[in-house]
């Protein structure tokens, strides 16, 4: 009976440990009080120990049969629980999954291309049960098992490095990194007061594109750009057309709701999107956000969570799009995914499946200061580089801005809080990984075994 409690235990200490940016976060741009900070931290915290509970509760449930049974449940419960917290209604969050542990290994993380990043986590919760079971048991055929184990992984994750193949690309983006410092809000002459700071990035992607041609990307909006503002949409055409490239910028767009009439059109609605300019200026391409951060990008259950009305007062809503669409460019087909997105292996598969050759992910990482968050980000998105085999531009406001090949290395990278560009090296590829084809197909065999392996732990004798 206590065996749930040490779970939700582990979660109340685990989720803040790892996650302690949200307390920044929330704080600085949320403009809240530290105890009602440290509450929307605890809820995370809780969120997470439910979801531990159910793990420790099977596997206690099981070892009451046999220890095997336990052991051999546990990564198949655990992956099964890493499914469902990537696909929770709105609290949706599948940062740091137990696979990132082996995700710098260049040679074990290319199973995630078969299995997506599930298969990853398996390894590492399964190598974890089988330590554990020839501890309890005391077998020596279970010791000779785990040695054997390790030394099969020590030689692919040693000498794997030299099997794995590399690419040249063909093409050259221009990242530029913005440096804008993260702001609480935004006067309504922001755009006068950094007029200086857009002509010098202005003339950074000209002067890029023209020594060297090639696409310029600029990250998730870091300021208030829209393409409805003459202002700032002069200053994006003019770029396009000096630099005579394709440029894709993230932006707030607006657009009527089309939950409205045919004659009474609905309210305007924020959209967080990138928008794809062609070289005459021209928008040619929209991508809007799909999954938005809770908290960040919109407050869910806002009338229930009375306890932090000073947040659900300041947090405007986004509204979240529906289509993974994707853009062409010269040479190719991309999609672009937007800041979070990095961290749901099924959103970016999506894009690949309709037909994406080289994948964007632009993201405004500024919120998260100097914590370990932005390089958790990153991680991340470079096993979707993986899963996907698609080479990943990856663009941001103050820092991690790099060019990963579709075997996760990183062949290019701008220094962190620096305003400049990036020659980033990139090439369209059309073949499809079985994870790409098949999609969560690992993780939903997991849910089948654990399942079954429940059933013959809970059954009677």
């Known amino acids: 009976a206590i065996a749930p409690l040490y779970g939700?235990?582990?979660?109340?200490v685990f989720y803040p440990v790892c996650l302690p940016w949200m307390d920044v976060v929330v704080r600085q741009y949320g403009n809240v009080d530290a105890w009602t900070s440290a509450g929307l931290l605890a809820l995370v915290g809780i969120a997470g120990g439910a979801i531990c509970a159910v793990f420790s509760w099977g596997v206690a449930a099981a070892s009451r049969k046999s220890a095997l049974l336990a052991c051999m449940l546990a990564p198949f419960l655990w992956v099964t629980l890493e499914f469902t917290r990537a696909h929770l209604p709105i609290f949706a969050f599948p940062w740091n999954l137990a696979g990132y542990v082996a995700s710098g290994n260049l040679p074990l993380v290319q199973l995630t291309a078969v299995t997506g990043i599930y298969g990853l986590s398996f390894v590492v919760v399964a190598?974890?049960?089988?330590?554990?079971?020839?501890?309890?048991s005391g077998r020596q055929r279970a010791w000779k098992f785990v040695l054997s184990f390790t030394a099969l992984l020590f030689f692919v994750a040693?000498?794997?490095?030299?099997?794995?193949?590399?690419?040249t690309p063909r093409f050259v983006a221009h990242l530029v990194q913005t440096n804008f410092a993260q702001s609480y809000d935004y006067p309504p002459d922001w755009m006068q007061v950094h007029a200086n700071d857009l002509d010098e990035l202005g003339q950074i992607s000209v002067d890029a594109a023209r020594r060297n041609p090639g696409l310029i990307v600029w990250p998730e909006s870091p300021a208030p750009f829209s393409l409805q503002d003459a202002v700032f949409a002069a200053r994006a055409q003019q770029i396009a057309r000096d630099s005579a490239s394709d440029f894709l910028?993230?932006?707030?767009?607006?657009?009527?709701?089309?939950?409205?009439?045919?004659?009474?059109?609905?309210?305007?609605?924020?959209?967080?999107?990138?928008?794809?300019?062609?070289?005459?200026?021209?928008?040619?391409?929209?991508?809007?956000?799909?999954?938005?951060?809770?908290?960040?990008?919109y407050v869910p259950l806002r009338r229930w969570l009375t306890f932090a009305g000073k947040l659900t007062a300041d947090i405007g809503d986004f509204t979240p799009g529906s289509v993974y669409g994707v853009g062409k460019l010269p040479g190719g087909r991309f999609g672009s995914f937007i800041c979070?997105?990095?961290?749901?292996?099924?959103?970016?598969?999506?894009?690949?499946?309709?037909?994406?050759?080289?994948l964007i992910n632009i993201s405004n990482d500024g919120w998260f200061g100097r914590s370990a968050a932005p390089a958790q980000h990153l991680m991340m998105?470079?096993?979707?580089?993986?899963?996907?085999?698609?080479?990943?531009?990856?663009?941001?406001?103050?820092?991690?801005?790099?060019?990963?090949?579709?075997?996760?290395?990183?062949?290019?990278?701008l220094p962190t809080d620096i305003r400049g560009q990036l020659e980033a090296p990139y090439d369209f590829r059309s073949d499809l990984t079985p994870y790409v084809r098949f999609g969560d197909w690992f993780a939903w065999l997991c849910v089948l075994a654990s399942l079954v392996l429940l059933g013959m732990a809970l059954a009677k004798s």
């Open 8 to 12: 939700l235990l582990h979660g109340l």
């Open 127 to 136: 190598y974890g049960s089988m330590v554990a079971y020839a501890i309890l």
């Open 158 to 167: 040693v000498g794997g490095r030299y099997l794995v193949p590399s690419e």
């Open 249 to 297: 910028v993230g932006a707030e767009d607006w657009k009527r709701d089309a939950a409205g009439a045919r004659d009474a059109p609905g309210k305007w609605v924020a959209t967080n999107s990138a928008v794809l300019l062609n070289p005459s200026g021209q928008r040619i391409f929209t991508y809007d956000k799909i999954h938005l951060v809770p908290f960040g990008e």
């Open 340 to 358: 979070f997105e990095a961290t749901f292996p099924d959103a970016v598969r999506r894009f690949t499946a309709g037909g994406a050759e080289v």
């Open 381 to 413: 998105a470079r096993v979707r580089a993986i899963e996907n085999r698609r080479w990943l531009l990856r663009d941001t406001n103050n820092g991690f801005t790099v060019s990963v090949d579709p075997y996760g290395r990183i062949v290019a990278e």
